[in-house]
């Protein structure tokens, strides 16, 4: 339907991973990175846009690079990418100087700039 009508998917939750998780529930079989994988590769398969954004608040390098991951896939043949990118939850804490030098370098790695992969 998305693609008969010329829409793009927005999937949120980009970034959500595993490691996010608070507490135990191996039960419930949850998998929020398969859920994006398979989403995200399901539309790319059929030539479906899909503009994305977070859903929790990111200000650390592992999370950016999960967005990356996602937002890029790296040693894609088929050059898959997002059409567009939301960050939402602006905040003062994401203005703190080590969290925005952060943000920083990943506005510039999404748009494709080279930036050092040093730890700060």
């Not at 040693?75 to 997002?82: E, I, T, Y």
């Not at 939301?86 to 804490?93: A, D, E, I």
Request: proline share 4%.
């Amino acid at each position: 339907m998305i693609k008969k009508h010329g829409a793009a998917l927005n999937f949120t939750c980009a970034e959500v991973q595993m490691l996010d998780q608070h507490g135990d529930f191996s039960e419930a079989l949850a998998d929020p990175e398969g859920l994006v994988w398979q989403v995200l590769n399901a539309a790319w398969d059929v030539c479906i846009p899909i503009a994305s954004e977070n859903a929790l608040p990111c200000h650390d390098r592992v999370g950016y690079n999960k967005l990356l991951d996602n937002a890029k896939p790296m040693n894609d043949l088929d050059g898959r990418h997002f059409l567009s990118f939301t960050y939402l939850r602006l905040s003062p804490l994401l203005m703190e100087s080590q969290n925005f030098m952060e943000f920083e370098r990943f506005v510039k790695r999404m748009h494709g700039e080279a930036v050092l992969d040093l730890q700060v």
